[in-house]
């Protein structure tokens, strides 16, 4: 009867050979996870910019061009509540940026078009997730 030393000598190739496609097998399964994750966050990433450029035109036609249909505020909370819903698959930080985003819409969203405050409130949040999601967006491997 052979011992285990001369079943390991003479099935090395095999062996290693298996290791190697088990590690390979793992390696695949994890890049594919991250792309996967990398490729759902550039979707919403992209999907939040034009969500923020939508709600910025609001905000413009409501504080330049009071009583344009355009600047309706209340149209604004439709794209608010979609960049909440589209932020909750991006990184933390550009979720904390929009639950401000959202603040401050919710705080100042009446007073657009009669208060510069309200203007320069939420413009800043805005400006503020824009630039967070495009550095999430950079940071993506």
Not at 70 to 91: E, H
């Amino acid at each position: 009867m052979a011992t285990i030393r001369e079943q390991l000598r003479s099935n090395a190739v095999a062996l290693i050979s298996l290791v190697v496609a088990l590690m390979a097998l793992v390696y695949t399964t994890w890049r594919n996870e991250r792309t996967e994750q990398n490729r759902n966050v550039r979707e919403a990433g992209f999907a939040l910019l034009s969500g923020v450029g939508s709600l910025q035109q609001v905000v413009f036609y409501a504080h330049f061009n009071a009583g344009d249909a355009r600047g309706d505020a209340r149209m604004g909370w439709a794209d608010v509540l979609t960049i909440q819903d589209l932020a909750a698959l991006m990184p933390a930080e550009v979720g904390r940026d929009a639950a401000s985003l959202g603040d401050a819409w919710r705080d100042g969203w009446e007073a657009l078009g009669t208060s510069d405050e309200a203007h320069r409130r939420i413009d800043g949040a805005i400006d503020a997730l824009r630039a967070t999601t495009l550095a999430s967006l950079r940071e993506l491997d």
